[in-house]
């Protein structure tokens, strides 16, 4: 099984950061790609940000400019920075990995894993 983790979240007054991490472990061949999404209360979850284990990044128009997300493929974790933070950043932030589980074929499916989320709270 493959298990995603993420951790950092919590309260931050609006303008300041907070960092992110997500590591994913278990039976894992390689990744993908790995990604931030969000969830408001009373929203639908969405995209936040994404990158593969090329390093090529993919940001939601909201966050450009602010957050940045890195990876450390060594170690199967993605990072998040979030700066200049706003209220409506406000969210459970969810990791999530497509892997390759062993024994994939070349040109085989990876498969996408969640972790259980970490609250962000930005109060203005």
């Known amino acids: 099984q493959v298990q995603v983790v993420e951790s950092g979240g919590g309260l931050v007054q609006a303008g300041g950061s907070l960092r992110l991490s997500c590591g994913a472990s278990?039976?894992?061949?390689?990744?993908?790609?790995m990604g931030w999404y969000r969830q408001a209360p009373g929203k639908q979850r969405e995209l936040v940000t994404t990158?593969?284990?090329?390093?090529?990044?993919n940001y939601a128009d909201s966050v450009k400019g602010r957050f940045t997300i890195s990876r450390d493929n060594a170690k199967n974790t993605v990072y998040l920075q979030m700066n200049s933070l706003k209220a409506e950043d406000t969210a459970v932030y969810y990791c999530n990995a497509d892997v390759y589980r062993p024994g994939t074929v070349v040109g085989g499916n990876a498969f996408r894993y969640w972790g259980q989320g970490t609250q962000v709270t930005v109060s203005s």
């Open positions: 278990g039976s894992i061949l390689s990744i993908k790609a």
């Open positions: 990158i593969t284990n090329g390093g090529s990044t």
